[in-house]
């Protein structure tokens, strides 16, 4: 990573120990390696998703409007978030030719305010889409249960949305936050004993 050769001249510089750096720069390259493999797995896993639905309306040729509505529904959803998605990690996977560490702290800076966006009204759209989507498209599969059976169903979807919203997402979001701050406050502190 070139992010850090002017940091890493200066530091070599200071009284500083220099253990220190190797350990900051380690865990930095660590969390930019992460997440890029975090951002190519969630491409693909959303794609493979949109192409899995849409094989699912070729195969079973739903007849009611609510369910091609749910459908399309579902896979915008999913390509406008990973569109979203894409931007703020663009950020700091994105390779760069002699960066400085001013620069790349500005980019952490500026992929936290997105990520909290994302983590925040992002997320929250994308599920209230995603649940409405589902709703739609079993429509058409509930009305030919019988009433237990859709209100089993759609307790179901309910339940299980709830569950990813109260409890997958606070713990996702905190668990992001906690490793980005850690580099960040590392990165910081770094540029504070060299001023």
């Known amino acids: 990573m070139e992010e850090f050769n002017d940091l890493k001249n200066i530091w070599s510089q200071q009284k500083v120990p220099h253990q220190e750096y190797e350990t900051f720069l380690a865990e930095a390259k660590s969390y ?27 195969y079973y040729q739903p007849q009611y409007i609510s369910t091609k ?14 569109f979203y998605y894409n931007d703020a990690y663009r950020l700091i996977i994105q390779p760069s030719e002699e960066i400085g560490s001013k620069q790349f702290l500005k980019k952490l800076l ?12 992002g997320i929250n759209l994308y599920l209230l889409f995603i649940f409405l989507g589902v709703i739609l498209y079993m429509y058409e599969y509930a009305s030919r249960m019988s009433l237990e059976g859709i209100v089993i169903t ?11 919203w109260l409890y997958f997402k606070p713990r996702i979001i905190k668990k992001q936050n906690e490793k980005l701050n850690h580099i960040i406050n590392a990165l910081q502190k770094i540029e504070n004993q060299l001023k």
């Open 110 to 121: 500026s992929f936290k305010q997105k990520q909290k966006m994302l983590q925040t009204k």
């Open 69 to 82: 509505l749910g459908i399309v529904i579902a896979i915008l959803t999913m390509l406008v978030y990973l």
């Open 32 to 58: 930019a390696k992460k997440e890029k493999f975090k951002n190519l797995k969630a491409n693909i896993i959303l794609l493979l998703t949109c192409i899995f639905i849409g094989i699912l309306w070729w």
């Open 154 to 164: 759609y307790g179901v979807v309910i339940v299980w949305f709830a569950f990813n």
